[in-house]
């Protein structure tokens, strides 16, 4: 009894504490200044001309309270929060039955948000979850019921919530998918609206009509269960058909929310500074997206991707001058599948590894030229482990083929030979050079593209060879400026020389041997099916693996690389290795068209030969295939200067690297 006194008492100390540390907290709040819910965290999105293609939360019209249907806000309101008019923001009891059920299911099932904790969630943070954002949030929304009253707060709600498509607030929402304003909206329309919010990639009528229905048979039934419509509105409602309006606009991309996704992310990079400004009106953000880029993009993956809805894409374009990223695809439709695969996944990216792999032989005196023997081959590795790599089809030259052949063919045991000649850590640190910056381990099969990394990752390594050798950090926004146009961001370049730019256009002059007629022999450069497609000259690589289908070009002027897959990580099908490879080419066509493309002026100590590019000796009178393949002054063939090729040095126990090889 002694302990039950001191417990009881200890209970009513934390209460009354507790009371008084949360009416000091609403005093604190009052006495602030006020936030202004109408302007607040506003984001104003421009692309590279200027012009505005995102504002705010959407709301480009703000409908005021008495401007909406009743029956928009009667639905809103038991369908999200019922005792909103009677909580200072929190509904305790709903948040304690919500903590039961979840802990009783031992699942997350139930939520306990009201309105206004929804409101500042929009207004003011991103979605993760994480404790920080949590306490943001709940300050935030005392802030705001300090300082406003609950039709102002519900307003505000209204106006700021999405209703999938891009379409945010009740106004955009309802002229959208209705042509007519929030006010016109009968009982069965308006609850179709309300039914959205909770999941717009689900809740779509437009997307998932049957799922949508349900939907919003459950906010009818809840309306009449709770006496808010009699049962004859209700069986009305229920047997209204509704005609969809859904604007139609060429411009209105379907994956232009994947670039503005990667902007906010880039936001969130920079802090409490974007976050003031927020609290002050809003921003401005002037950012590199090019709209004739994104379309080519968007178009090009509609226009080859016509009978398989299951597969999904993701394509980049960066400017290589710069790093600035001009478009962004991280999927095929945003509106069905909100998931950005060019910043947030990690695929397997086979071949398309190789590149630096033969960077980092040009840099150790390989040329051109450089023969190794390319038949099947067992390697044996240390601790007598064999490794035993395959080209595709099982499709061996049985001869020596110069490095120009083995980046045409993507040829797996001249990769293997010289990754392992040159030793496993040359390509982990070349690739850290670049800007790879997932930890790669220093495996033999690391040329063949087994580790799995981000799109954006490798899409700017590749960006350093574009721009021979400059490595920058990709980024999306230019500068910010607050609302009246006061600069409180740019972008500072942090660009920096990592590789040698001859030896870095030697590579790229061998990366177009991969679509190049003169190199046919044995078999077919990889990228030959597109050559027909292309007007300039471009440096490209693909690359595959039972999973994943890759493939990176770039010029001067600009960078594209295109990923094809399954969310799953299903085998694919040879009909889906197709798909990326037309992708490519008809983006990079349509995007360059009408502008001034250029190829790379040959550095002062390089020097072009005409040669055997399968072989990579002089050519002759008699060669069958003839190709300008380019040097270091003084390494072409002919030279007095010895070339390395691997008959005259297959005796040679110098280097501890060599190979073993088992045939």
């Given at each position: 009894m002694k302990y039950f006194k001191k417990f009881i008492k200890l209970l009513v100390i934390l209460f009354?504490?507790?009371?008084?540390?949360?009416?000091?907290?609403?005093?604190?709040?009052?006495?602030?200044?006020?936030?202004?819910?109408?302007?607040?965290?506003?984001?104003?999105?421009?692309?590279?001309?200027?012009?505005?293609?995102?504002?705010?939360?959407?709301?480009?019209?703000?409908?005021?309270?008495?401007?909406?249907?009743?029956?928009?806000?009667?639905?809103?309101?038991?369908?999200?929060?019922?005792?909103?008019?009677?909580?200072?923001?929190?509904?305790?009891?709903?948040?304690?039955?919500?903590?039961?059920?979840?802990?009783?299911?031992?699942?997350?099932?139930?939520?306990?948000?009201?309105?206004?904790?929804?409101?500042?969630?929009?207004?003011?943070?991103?979605?993760?979850?994480?404790?920080?954002?949590?306490?943001?949030?709940?300050?935030?929304?005392?802030?705001?019921?300090?300082?406003?009253?609950?039709?102002?707060?519900?307003?505000?709600?209204?106006?700021?919530?999405?209703?999938?498509?891009?379409?945010?607030?009740?106004e955009n929402a309802s002229k959208f998918y209705f042509n007519k304003t929030a006010k016109e909206l009968s009982l069965a329309e308006a609850a179709m609206l309300v039914g959205i919010p909770k999941s717009p990639s689900n809740y779509s009528p437009l997307i998932n009509p049957e799922v949508a229905k349900k939907r919003q048979q459950y906010i009818l039934k809840t309306m009449l269960n709770n006496k808010i419509i009699t049962n004859d509105e209700y069986q009305k409602a229920l047997s209204e058909e509704l005609i969809f309006h859904e604007e139609e606009d060429e411009e209105n991309l379907k994956t232009l929310m994947y670039y503005q996704d990667a902007v906010m992310k880039e936001l969130k990079t920079l802090g409490n500074l974007v976050e003031t400004y927020l609290q002050q009106g809003g921003i401005r953000v002037y950012t590199n997206l090019d709209m004739n880029a994104q379309k080519s993009l968007e178009d090009s993956i509609n226009n080859n991707i016509t009978n398989n809805d299951k597969i999904q894409a993701s394509a980049i374009m960066i400017n290589p001058q710069n790093g600035s990223v001009i478009a962004v695809v991280g999927g095929r439709d945003y509106n069905q599948s909100?998931?950005?695969?060019?910043?947030?996944?990690?695929?397997?990216?086979?071949?398309?590894?190789?590149?630096?792999?033969?960077?980092?032989?040009?840099?150790?005196?390989?040329?051109?030229?450089?023969?190794?023997?390319?038949q099947e081959t067992t390697f044996t590795l240390g601790n007598e482990n064999t490794y035993s790599p395959q080209n595709y089809n099982?499709?061996?030259?049985?001869?020596?083929?110069?490095?120009?052949?083995?980046?045409?063919?993507?040829?797996?045991?001249?990769?293997?030979?010289?990754?392992?000649?040159?030793?496993?850590?040359?390509?982990?640190?070349?690739?850290?050079?670049?800007?790879?910056?997932?930890?790669?381990?220093?495996?033999?099969?690391?040329?063949?593209?087994?580790?799995?990394?981000?799109?954006?990752?490798?899409?700017?390594?590749?960006?350093?060879?574009?721009?021979?050798?400059v490595k920058h950090e990709p980024y999306f926004i230019e500068k910010i400026t607050d609302i009246t146009g006061n600069i409180i961001y740019e972008h500072k370049d942090t660009s920096e020389v990592v590789l040698n730019n001859s030896l870095t256009f030697i590579l790229n002059e061998l990366l177009k041997g991969t679509y190049d007629y003169n190199m046919i022999d044995y078999t077919y450069p990889t990228n030959i099916s597109i050559a027909s497609l292309l007007t300039h000259d471009y440096a490209i690589k693909s690359g595959s693996t039972d999973t994943d289908n890759w493939i990176i070009g770039f010029n001067q002027n600009i960078l594209t690389s295109v990923w094809i897959g399954y969310d799953d990580n299903s085998n694919m099908t040879n009909d889906d290795f197709k798909y990326s490879k037309k992708i490519w080419a008809n983006a990079m066509e349509n995007y360059l068209k009408n502008q001034e493309v250029k190829w790379y002026e040959i550095p002062n100590n390089v020097v072009g030969v005409i040669v055997d590019p399968i072989t990579g000796n002089l050519a002759t009178n008699e060669s069958k295939n003839k190709k300008v393949l380019y040097y270091i002054k003084g390494t072409e063939p002919g030279s007095t200067q010895e070339v390395f090729d691997e008959y005259e040095n297959n005796n040679s126990n110098d280097n501890p690297n060599q190979d073993k090889e088992n045939n």
């Open positions: 009354f504490i507790g009371i008084f540390l949360i009416t000091g907290i609403y005093l604190y709040a009052r006495i602030i200044p006020k936030i202004d819910i109408n302007k607040t965290g506003s984001y104003y999105l421009y692309d590279m001309n200027n012009n505005l293609y995102f504002q705010g939360n959407g709301t480009s019209e703000w409908a005021k309270l008495e401007d909406i249907s009743k029956y928009v806000i009667d639905a809103t309101l038991i369908t999200e929060d019922k005792n909103f008019y009677s909580h200072h923001g929190f509904d305790i009891p709903r948040i304690i039955k919500a903590m039961y059920t979840n802990i009783v299911s031992g699942e997350y099932k139930q939520g306990a948000s009201t309105i206004t904790q929804q409101f500042a969630k929009n207004l003011y943070l991103d979605f993760d979850k994480t404790w920080e954002r949590k306490i943001n949030e709940v300050w935030y929304t005392i802030q705001i019921e300090a300082h406003y009253d609950k039709d102002d707060i519900l307003e505000g709600y209204l106006n700021c919530i999405n209703y999938g498509h891009a379409m945010y607030g009740i909100e998931f950005n695969r060019a910043i947030s996944a990690k695929r397997q990216v086979g071949s398309i590894m190789k590149p630096f792999l033969y960077y980092n032989a040009l840099e150790n005196g390989f040329t051109s030229s450089t023969s190794f023997l390319s099982n499709l061996y030259a049985n001869k020596a083929i110069s490095m120009a052949s083995a980046i045409s063919f993507s040829d797996n045991i001249y990769a293997i030979k010289t990754h392992l000649f040159l030793g496993e850590e040359s390509l982990v640190n070349t690739a850290k050079r670049v800007g790879i910056k997932t930890k790669l381990e220093p495996i033999a099969s690391l040329p063949l593209g087994t580790v799995e990394l981000n799109h954006l990752e490798i899409a700017n390594a590749y960006a350093t060879l574009a721009s021979l050798g």
